[in-house]
């Protein structure tokens, strides 16, 4: 049974750092494309990040640009997304998600986690 399981989600002030985390379980993780999504109340899920199967390609909405980080480790079997400089518009709930298509859309991801939440202070 896959299981993506999020962490580090929390109440954070405009301008702090966090760093989230997916522990993914029950899929060959190599063979993966690995993203992290959103979504805020009364909006629709949006694309946040994406790491591919072999680590050395990263795509990044423009919001996020230059502001987030996505990454992953083999060994563990993890994505992380460090997020720095962050904004009240940034407040929503972050999803993991593993594809063997991925992508920016929703459609290129098989298995999703639960969520983790996020709220940014202004």
């Known amino acids: 049974q896959v299981q993506l399981v999020e962490s580090g989600g929390g109440l954070v002030q405009t301008g702090s750092s966090l760093r989230l985390s997916c522990a993914a379980s029950?899929?060959?993780?190599?063979?993966?494309?690995m993203g992290w999504f959103r979504q805020a109340p009364g909006k629709e899920r949006e694309f946040v990040a994406a790491i591919s199967r072999s680590g050395t390609s990263r795509e990044y909405a423009d919001s996020v640009k230059a502001r987030f980080t996505i990454s992953r480790d083999y060994a563990e079997s993890t994505v992380n997304l460090h997020m720095n400089n962050l904004k009240p518009d940034d407040t929503a709930v972050y999803y993991c998600?593993?594809?063997?298509?991925?992508?920016?859309?929703?459609?290129?991801?098989?298995?999703w986690g639960q969520g983790t939440q996020v709220t940014v202070s202004a």
């Open positions: 029950g899929l060959t993780f190599s063979v993966y494309t």
């Open positions: 998600a593993a594809g063997l298509r991925g992508g920016p859309s929703n459609t290129g991801y098989d298995f």
